[in-house]
Structure formats: C-alpha cells, structure tokens
C-alpha cells in the first residue's frame, strides 16, 4: 500500500485527521469522477476549468482544441494541479458552527508533458471516452487524421497528492445535544437517468449493452 | 438584464456561441449549488479548493479558520476567481471526436474582503447556511461569541464573470448519421437520499419542514 510524499505542498493542514496520502484510495476517487477541476496561472492570476480526464496508473489524460489558453499555459509552465471532489451528503448540525458536508475530495499535483506519440495518444483518448462511460471508444467510427491531428493530448504525471474524506454524522457539542432541533445527514448522490436516443437513430438498433449497463449502475 | 463587461480575461474563446456574460443566467447557476472551486496562488503554483458559499446580489461568502492557507493566501492577493458547474448530462456521439457532457458552468472574478462587522459577518453564515439548505439558520442555536470570532468570513464581490452552457443533444458529422452506432444522451442529476436522523436525537422530535422541502424537492 504505497503512498504520497507529505511535503509543505500537499500537507492537509485543516481537519488532518480526515486526510489521506494513499496512492489507491486516491485512485478510488479519481475513479468515481471523470470530471477535475484543472488550475492554471493566467497572467498571475490563478483560475481554474472543469475538464473531462481519463487515468492509466498514475497519469491523467486531459484532450483539447490546441489553441485552448489553459492547456497551453499549463504546457508552458510544465505543471499542473488538479481537484475533484464528490458531495456525498448534507450535515445538519445544531449549530451553525458545526455544519459540515460529507465528501471525497483530492488535490494532485502533476507534471505536464505533451502526448506527440500516434498510438499513446489514441490510448489516452480511448482512455478519456472509456472513463467516462466503460466500454463506449470500442463502438464508435474510429477517428480520423484530421481530428485526430487537431486535438491536444496533455499528460498529467502525479508528483504528489492529498485526499481528505470526511464519512460520518453529525458532530455536536455536548450541551446542544439536549437541544430540540434536528440533526442529522442528507445524503446526495450524483444519479443517471434514462438515456435519450437521438432522434436520428434508426428504430431498429437497440440500445447497446454498455448504455444499459452504465444506467443500471448509476440509476439509484 | 444586466451582462457583465468581457475583456481577455473573461471572455470565452473556445466555444463563443455557448457562452453567457448574463447576471441573472450566472447567478441561476451559482443558485443551483452551493459549492464553488476557489483558485489560489501557492508559491508561484495555482490550485483550487472546493468551498461552501452564499450569494447576497453580487457578493459571495466563504468561511473557515483563521488559520486556513487558501483563505490567508486570498486576503493577501485582494483577488480570487472560483468556478462552479453543474454536470447534466453525457452526450454519446457516434465519434469519439464528438463525445461531450451537457452541462452550466460559471467562472467568477472577484474581489476579496475580510468581514469584521458583527451584523454583516452574521448575515453571511447565515446566507452560507440557508445557500446549503433554506431556512436552516434560524431554527439552529445561535452562534456564541467563540465560534463567531474564531471564524474568519470572506466577501467575494463579482468583479466580471463568464458562463458557459452546453443544453443540446448529439452533433454528429452528417457524414457519420447513418452508422450503426447508438448515440443520444444520459441525463445527471445529483438527489438527495432520505434524510438520516442523528442517533441521539430525541424520539418525539419530528423531522422539520424545511428539511421535508429540500427532500421533496431535490430526490428526484
């Protein structure tokens, strides 16, 4: 069970009891998204964009127009540092104070470098879509020269990262818990719904077993 | 209807034709949430936090320690930027090229201000609390003179802003509609799950209305 490096950097110095620096576990929230938010300096200015990724180990594939301004500040200043978090519920204290979110979240810092290679940029592409719904980069027209050379493939190396994970109830005074207000969680989930052909389908093709699959897993 | 003034720093480049500079759309999409990513400078690196906010017109609320790193670092720079977005939907072409998500999206430049005064400094936790969940923050206990100075309240006020918003199905190349490939959407929505009462509550306290509302409206 491997883990990250702890420096001034990604030390979680707030709440440290609720971080994590283990390599699987941030992998486990990795996975459970495929959207990160992606940070860039814009002339000294720190901005951040929601970006569509796609992991093979210990890399993030992020894909663009090439004149997209955040991948070429972040090729030009060689790293990156990416967030993504998943709410999991509400928690409603007694107390204003005592408020709080469950939730996965991690911060990684990477390095940068540009995919120029024919077959690791298909991969890494492949890997984006197949993150994004398993099974889909296998069922579609393949892509042509002229896509293909118009896209911008960034690889994103993991240098260091943190997690943090808060996975409990309400945490109240003592003297408020005799108090006659609610407490208690709400748990929000992030949930499919019935997918929606496009009007253009031919009648006869059926939904192909990767959409349902994806449903079915995601529905509740 | 009022728009925000765009200049190079906000101004959508990729993708004009699904960008807003509209106050009333921006603020429909911070009201749909309640959490922003906060972008800072850490020693010369961007990164982003996700943080809990609340919106008074044009102003946001942040809160945490006075001893949190992003907040002190955003005090410093007098200036911050945060982007929110809300995932609607995968949007499954017959292309890989094609591929997208549907989705509301927002990024805020603003200026930074700490809080000191008492009335004001309340009004914006409660506007954090009741952004989470309306009409929260007046059934709680009040807050007491330790929580409230040991809580460091930061204003946000909305300097220039942009959003950006993809609402449509597939676009496919016509070249491509008639392949034998499956293509439409899968709509995303994030529900709320039955509230769980804390353990220790009392037995004869009822679940108050205004967490029935928030279940009722948000669990499907």
């Given at each position: 069970m491997s883990t990250y490096t702890i420096s001034e950097l990604n030390?979680?110095?707030?709440?440290?009891?609720?971080a994590t620096y283990n390599v699987e576990q941030i992998n486990d929230i990795l996975d459970a998204g495929f959207v990160g938010y992606v940070s860039y300096n814009y002339n000294g200015k720190a901005i951040c964009l929601p970006m569509a990724y796609g992991r093979i180990d210990n890399k993030l594939y992020l894909h663009g127009s090439l004149k997209n301004r955040m991948l070429l500040a972040l090729i030009e200043a060689k790293e990156a540092s990416m967030t993504i978090m998943h709410l999991d519920a509400l928690v409603l204290a007694r107390s204003g104070f005592h408020h709080s979110v469950n939730y996965r979240s991690a911060t990684l810092f990477t390095s940068i470098t540009v995919v120029e290679n024919k077959e690791k940029k298909e991969a890494a592409l492949k890997c984006v879509v197949d993150h994004m719904i398993p099974g889909r980069w296998d069922t579609l027209r393949p892509m042509n020269l002229k896509e293909f050379n118009s896209t911008l493939v960034i690889e994103m190396e993991i240098q260091t990262a943190s997690a943090k994970v808060r996975d409990e109830g309400v945490l109240d005074e003592k003297n408020d818990l005799e108090l006659p207000i609610w407490a208690g969680i709400i748990p929000l989930k992030q949930v499919a719904k019935l997918p929606v052909r496009d009007?253009?389908?031919?009648?006869?093709?059926r939904t192909p077993k990767h959409v349902v699959q994806y449903y079915k897993k995601n529905k509740t």
């Open positions: 030390q979680v110095k707030r709440g440290p009891k609720r009007s253009l389908l031919p009648k006869q093709l």
